[in-house]
């Protein structure tokens, strides 16, 4: 139905910088919310940024004036620009999208596969 990609994951030095992409490709009608999650060993999946299609954001506390979400409506694609990165930023980070299917009456959540982040000391 709808296949999430996810980009721009790796290893890096704290206070370093890293940019991810997210793509979402399918029978898309439309797409209310986008947003990343994250999860790191041995912790529950969090929410990171979420952005909606009026460009309203969302942050969790932890990554306000660091991090910044985006999204090319066009392109279906959100972006999460990752700056003065942290070691406690490490763990998978997950794109998410609500999406509304072509002939489908609801939304529904899609996820990607997931993308490493790695932040060193």
């Known amino acids: 139905q709808v296949q999430l990609v996810e980009s721009g994951g790796g290893l890096v030095q704290a206070g370093g910088s890293l940019r991810l992409s997210c793509a979402a490709s399918g029978r898309i009608f439309s797409i209310n919310v986008m947003g990343w999650y994250r999860q790191a060993p041995g912790k529950q999946r969090e929410l990171v940024a979420v952005?909606?299609?009026?460009?309203?954001?969302n942050y969790t506390d932890s990554v306000k004036g660091r991090f910044t979400i985006s999204r090319d409506n066009a392109k279906n694609t959100v972006f999460l620009q990752m700056n003065r990165l942290k070691p406690e930023d490490t763990a998978v980070y997950y794109c998410?999208?609500?999406?509304?299917?072509?002939?489908?009456?609801?939304?529904?959540?899609?996820w990607g596969q997931g993308t490493q982040v790695t932040v060193s000391s």
């Open positions: 998410n999208a609500h999406v509304l299917t072509v002939g489908s009456s609801r939304s529904e959540d899609s």
């Open positions: 952005v909606t299609s009026s460009d309203s954001t």
